[in-house]
Antibody, heavy 118, light 109 residues
């Protein structure tokens, strides 16, 4: 069964850091681009970052310079290092698999919650 | 950035009726559009990609159409499990950005 399981969420103070992890199983992880997408409570979906199979990272302007995406194919794992966190980063963070290089997301994890508050 | 606008924000439909959801892009995205379904407390689920191709395991009552800037998701006969929020997403200007619409909530009338 294809599965993505996120972990690492929690409560962090403004300006703090957090590292999210996503464990993949049931497919050849190294062959897929991967994404992080977030959703604030009661709000819509926002793409946060992506990484290609060669490790090439991509970010929207809202997180560029603060977030770093990485992957460890030997461990079938995806990561998101989040620095200089703000209240506006509070959300559920989903790990998602790219649907074959076209950048829609065909498999999603259940998400991990990040709360930025003092 | 390409802005995706979904309408209506809420759609009230009776079970068994047809539901038509709209998604408009601020500039052409060709057919590089996906639709997702999200139920409360759950992750999104891919329904449609390439504007009209159903994802694996998606029932035939879900269909997508459109190209350029105007897109439609149609649910031909609403089942109880279809009441959810639906999002569109463009991926035409990847890797510059990926953007989602604000969502349409389909609720029981």
């Amino acid at each position: 069964e294809v599965q993505l399981v996120e972990s690492g969420g929690g409560l962090v103070q403004p300006g703090g850091s957090l590292r999210l992890s996503c464990a993949a199983s049931g497919f050849t992880f190294s062959s897929y681009d991967m994404h992080w997408v977030r959703q604030a409570t009661g709000k819509g979906l926002e793409w946060v970052s992506a990484i290609g199979t060669a490790g090439d990272p991509y970010y929207p302007g809202s997180v560029k310079g603060r977030f770093t995406i990485s992957r460890e194919n030997a461990k079938n794992s995806l990561y998101l290092q989040m620095n200089s966190l703000r209240a506006g980063d509070t959300a559920v963070y989903y790990c998602a698999r790219d649907g074959g290089g076209d950048s829609y997301m065909d498999v999603w994890g259940k998400g991990t919650t990040v709360t930025v508050s003092s | 950035e390409i802005v995706m606008t979904q309408s209506p924000a809420t759609l009230s439909v009776s079970p068994g009726e047809r539901a038509t959801l709209s998604c408009r892009a601020s500039q052409s995205v060709s057919s590089n559009l996906a639709w997702y379904q999200q139920k409360p407390g759950q992750a999104p689920r891919l329904l449609i990609y390439g504007a009209s191709t159903r994802a694996t395991g998606i029932p035939a009552r879900f269909s997508g159409s459109g190209s350029g800037t105007e897109f439609t998701l149609t649910i031909s006969s609403l089942q109880s499990e279809d009441f959810a929020v639906y999002y569109c997403q463009q991926y035409n200007n990847w890797p510059l950005s990926l953007t989602f619409g604000g969502g349409t909530k389909v609720e029981i009338k």
